[in-house]
C-alpha cells in the first residue's frame, strides 16, 4: 500500500502548493477553497492509509509472490445476485423526480429507498 | 474457489488453480439475472451496452443537428427545439456515453487485468449501474415533459438556466439526471479504486499493473475530486430555482461566477476523465501489436499523474472572458499539460518504433486516435492563449477543438477497446474486413465534419446558432461538416451490424486471438465465473508474454536436446 499512500500524498501536496500559489496571486475565495477541499480530501486518505495499512504486507506486494500464494485467503463475500441495488435506484429516481413533480412521490420513493437499504443490510447479515 | 451452489453469497477465496475447469459460458438466465446480476461483467456489458443506446440517441441528435445547419434559415428545428438538442446531445455525449463507457470497461476488465475474481464491492457496482441508467433515462425522457428538455447548454449557466431564463421543468430534470449520473460515477471511482488496490493477484505490485489500471485509477482519484462540487453546485441552482435561495443571484448578493467556478472545477477534469481511461486502452494496445514492450511505463505513469494534478489547476481557463480571474495563472498551467501529454505521444511512438507492426482493426482505430487527438491538443494550446482565446471564445473554433479531444481522441479510443476485447467479452470474432471500413468511413467522416469548422470559427461563426446568414461564406464549410456526419453515421451503423454479424456467424475467437500481454487474455473467452482458473507468474507488466515465452524458450530447449 505505500504506492497507493505515496499517490494520495503527492496529490494532496501538489494541491497545497498550488493552492497557495493561487491565494498568493489572485485572493480569489471560490478557488482557493475548491483547492484547500482538493489539498484536505487526500490528505485525509493519505494519513488513513499511513496509520492503519502501514503494516499490511499484501501478497500482491511482493514481486516474487505466486499465485498459489493468495490460496485460502478469504477476500471476502460475494453476493451472486441480488435485487436490492435494483430497488435502491429505483427509490432514488422516484425520489429525486419527487423533487419536480411533488412530495407524494418524494415519499414514495424515499420508503422504496428505505425498504430497500433494509434489504441489503438484512442481505449482509445473511 | 468455493462457490455456493444454490444461495446467494459466495465466497471466494484465493485458490488458484481450482480442481475443476469451469464452463465455457456462464449460466445464461432471462431478465431477472440482468436485474440482480452482481457480476462485473455483466454489469460492465450493460454499461457498454446502455452507453452505446445513449450513443446512437446523442449521435441522432447530432444528425438533425447538421441537417439544419446544412443550409441557412431553418428548415426542420424550431429554435427553441436546436437549443434542446445541443443541450441534450452534449449531456448525453459527456454524462451518458464517454465516461460511462470508460467506466463500463473499467467494470469488465480492470478486476481481469489484474487477475481479481469480481470487484472489491459487487452490489454497490450493481447500484452505480442501475443510478446511471435512471439519471439518463431522467435526462432523455424530459424531451416529453411541459415545455421540452433543458434548453440552457450543456454548462447550465445561470442565469439561463435560474428560474427566470429557464421556467419549465426541463432543467429541473436535467439538474436530477446529472446527480444521480455523478452519484453513479462516484460509487464506481470508489469501487475501482479499491479493486485495483486490493484485489491484485500475488506478484501483481502496483509497478505490474497494466496501463489501463493505472489510469482508471488515476481517472477514479480525480472522480472522486472533481465530482462533489458540481453537485453540490447544481443543489444550490435547484434551491434558487424552487427553493427561494439567490446563491448566483447578483441582484440579491449571489455571485454567477461562483456557479462557474463550481462547474467548471468538474467541467474541465471530466475532459480528461473522459480521456485518460482511452490513454490507458490504446497504451495497452499498441504494444501488443507492435510486438513490442511498452516505450516508458514509468513515464506514461508518471504522465498520467501530472495530466491528473494539472488538469485540476486549470478549471478557470473555461472564464478568462469573464475577466473575473487570473488569466495568466490558468494560462500557464494550461500550457503546462502539453509536456505530459507529449510524453504520451512519445510512449506510443517509442513503443511502434522498430516494432513489427500489424495493422489489425484495433491498431487502425489506435493510428486514428493519435493523429486527431494531436490536432485537438495542438488547438488547445492554442486556446490557452488568452489573446487567442478572447478571439475565438464561444466559436466553432472551439467546437472543433473539442470535438477533436472528445470524439477524436475517446470516440476512438473507445472503438479501438471495443475492437480489441470484443472477441474476450463475448467468445466471438468480428469480421476484420467490415471493421476497417467501420474505421475508414467514421475517421474520413469525422474529419470531414469537424476540420472545416476550425475555419468556420475564424470566420466568426458563434456556436449554439440554429440559422446563420446566407451572405457570409459559411454554408459550404457547413454542408461539408453535414456531409461527414452522414458519412460517420454510416460507420456507425456498419459497426452495428458488424456486431450483429459476429454473434450471427459465431465464429471462434479462442482465447487469445491478438496473443495478448495481459491477464484477461489468459482465461477463456468469454470469462467463466469469478474470472480465472489458471493464472501465470506475475514478473512483469506482460505476465502472459512472459510465460508464452517461457514456453517457448523450453521447446527451443527440447529441440537442441
Redesign the interface.
Known amino acids: 500500500?505505500r504506492?497507493?499512500t505515496k499517490?494520495?500524498a503527492?496529490?494532496a501536496f501538489?494541491?497545497l502548493g498550488?493552492g497557495t500559489?493561487?491565494w498568493l496571486?489572485?485572493h480569489?475565495r471560490?478557488?482557493a477553497v475548491?483547492?484547500l477541499f482538493?489539498f484536505l480530501?487526500?490528505l485525509f486518505i493519505a494519513c488513513y492509509l499511513l496509520l492503519r495499512a502501514r503494516r499490511l504486507r499484501?501478497?500482491?506486494?511482493?514481486?516474487?509472490?505466486?499465485?498459489?500464494?493468495?490460496?485460502?485467503?478469504?477476500?471476502?463475500?460475494?453476493?451472486?445476485?441480488?435485487?436490492?441495488?435494483?430497488v435502491?435506484?429505483?427509490g432514488?429516481?422516484l425520489a429525486?423526480?419527487g423533487?419536480?413533480?411533488g412530495r407524494w412521490l418524494a415519499l414514495a420513493g424515499g420508503t422504496v429507498m428505505a425498504a430497500a437499504v433494509v434489504g441489503?443490510m438484512r442481505?449482509s447479515r445473511? | 474457489m468455493d462457490r455456493g451452489t444454490g444461495g446467494r453469497v459466495v465466497s471466494v477465496t484465493l485458490e488458484r488453480p481450482p480442481p475443476t475447469p469451469p464452463p465455457l459460458r456462464a449460466r445464461s438466465g432471462g431478465i431477472l439475472e440482468w436485474i440482480t446480476t452482481t457480476d462485473h461483467k455483466k454489469i460492465g456489458l450493460l454499461y457498454i451496452g446502455t452507453t452505446f443506446l445513449f450513443f446512437l440517441a446523442g449521435g441522432l441528435m447530432a444528425l438533425l443537428m447538421r441537417i439544419e445547419l446544412a443550409e441557412p434559415g431553418l428548415q426542420v428545428l424550431t429554435k427553441n427545439a436546436y437549443n434542446q438538442l445541443f443541450t441534450i446531445h452534449g449531456t448525453t455525449m459527456v454524462f451518458l456515453f464517454i465516461a460511462p463507457m470508460g467506466l463500463g470497461l473499467a467494470n469488465y476488465f480492470v478486476p481481469l487485468q489484474i487477475g481479481a475474481p469480481d470487484m472489491a464491492f459487487p452490489r454497490l457496482n450493481a447500484l452505480s449501474y442501475w443510478l446511471f441508467l435512471a439519471g439518463g433515462a431522467t435526462i432523455l425522457l424530459s424531451f416529453f415533459a411541459s415545455g421540452g428538455a433543458s434548453a440552457a447548454g450543456w454548462t447550465a449557466y445561470y442565469p439561463l438556466s435560474g428560474p427566470q431564463g429557464s421556467p419549465g421543468p426541463g432543467v429541473d430534470l436535467w439538474i436530477m439526471g446529472v446527480l444521480l449520473a455523478s452519484a453513479s460515477s462516484v460509487m464506481t471511482a470508489v469501487n475501482l479504486m479499491v479493486t485495483a488496490f486490493l484485489l491484485r493477484a500475488p506478484g501483481m505490485t502496483m509497478w505490474r499493473l497494466p496501463l489501463f489500471v493505472w489510469n482508471m485509477i488515476i481517472t477514479s482519484l480525480m472522480i472522486l475530486v472533481s465530482f462533489p462540487p458540481i453537485t453540490a453546485g447544481l443543489s444550490l441552482l435547484f434551491i434558487d430555482r424552487h427553493l427561494g435561495g439567490h446563491f448566483f443571484d447578483p441582484a440579491s448578493g449571489g455571485s454567477v461566477v461562483l456557479y462557474q467556478h463550481l462547474f467548471w472545477w468538474f467541467g474541465h477534469p471530466e475532459v480528461y476523465i473522459m480521456i485518460l481511461p482511452f490513454f490507458g486502452i490504446v497504451t495497452d494496445i499498441i504494444p501488443v501489436f507492435s510486438r513490442k514492450p511498452v516505450f516508458g511505463y514509468l513515464g506514461f505513469v508518471f504522465a498520467s499523474l501530472a495530466i491528473a494534478g494539472l488538469s485540476m489547476s486549470v478549471w478557470a481557463h473555461h472564464m478568462f472572458t469573464t475577466g473575473a480571474v487570473l488569466n495568466p495563472f490558468f494560462s500557464m498551467m494550461s500550457f503546462l499539460i502539453a509536456v505530459p501529454t507529449g510524453i504520451k505521444f512519445f510512449n506510443w511512438i517509442g513503443t511502434m518504433w522498430g516494432g513489427q507492426i500489424r495493422f489489425d482493426t484495433p491498431m487502425l482505430w489506435c493510428l486514428g486516435f493519435m493523429l486527431n487527438f494531436l490536432l485537438g491538443g495542438i488547438t488547445g494550446v492554442m486556446v490557452a492563449s488568452p489573446p487567442i482565446d478572447f478571439a475565438v471564445h464561444d466559436t466553432y473554433f472551439v467546437v472543433a477543438h473539442f470535438h477533436y479531444v472528445l470524439a477524436g481522441g475517446s470516440l476512438f479510443g473507445i472503438f479501438a477497446g471495443l475492437y480489441y476485447w470484443f472477441p474476450k467479452m463475448t467468445g466471438f470474432r468480428l469480421s476484420e474486413r467490415t471493421g476497417k471500413a467501420v474505421f475508414v468511413l467514421v475517421f474520413v467522416g469525422f474529419n470531414l465534419s469537424f476540420f472545416g469548422m476550425h475555419l468556420l470559427g475564424l470566420r466568426g461563426m458563434q456556436r449554439r446558432i440554429a440559422d446563420y446568414p446566407a451572405d457570409v461564406g459559411w454554408t459550404w464549410l457547413n454542408q461539408i461538416a453535414t456531409l461527414g456526419t452522414v458519412i460517420m453515421g454510416i460507420g456507425v451503423v456498419l459497426f452495428a451490424w458488424n456486431v450483429l454479424e459476429a454473434f450471427r456467424g459465431r465464429r471462434p475467437a479462442g482465447d487469445d486471438p491478438w496473443e495478448g500481454y495481459t491477464l484477461e487474455w489468459s482465461t477463456t473467452s468469454p470469462p467463466p465465473e469469478h474470472n480465472f482458473t489458471w493464472l501465470p507468474p506475475i514478473r512483469s507488466e506482460r505476465p502472459l508474454f512472459d510465460w508464452r515465452q517461457r514456453d517457448k524458450d523450453m521447446g527451443a530447449e527440447e529441440v537442441r536436446k
Not at chain 1, 506486494?61 to 471476502?76: C, Y
Open positions: 500500500m504506492t497507493a499517490m494520495f503527492f496529490s501538489f494541491s498550488v500559489i493561487y496571486l489572485s480569489e471560490a478557488g475548491l483547492l482538493m480530501a487526500p499484501l501478497p500482491e506486494d511482493d514481486a516474487e509472490g505466486r499465485p498459489g500464494e493468495g490460496a485460502g485467503v478469504d477476500i471476502g463475500r460475494f453476493h451472486a445476485a441480488s435485487l436490492w441495488p435494483f435502491t435506484a429505483l432514488a429516481s429525486v423526480l423533487a419536480v413533480y441489503l442481505e445473511g
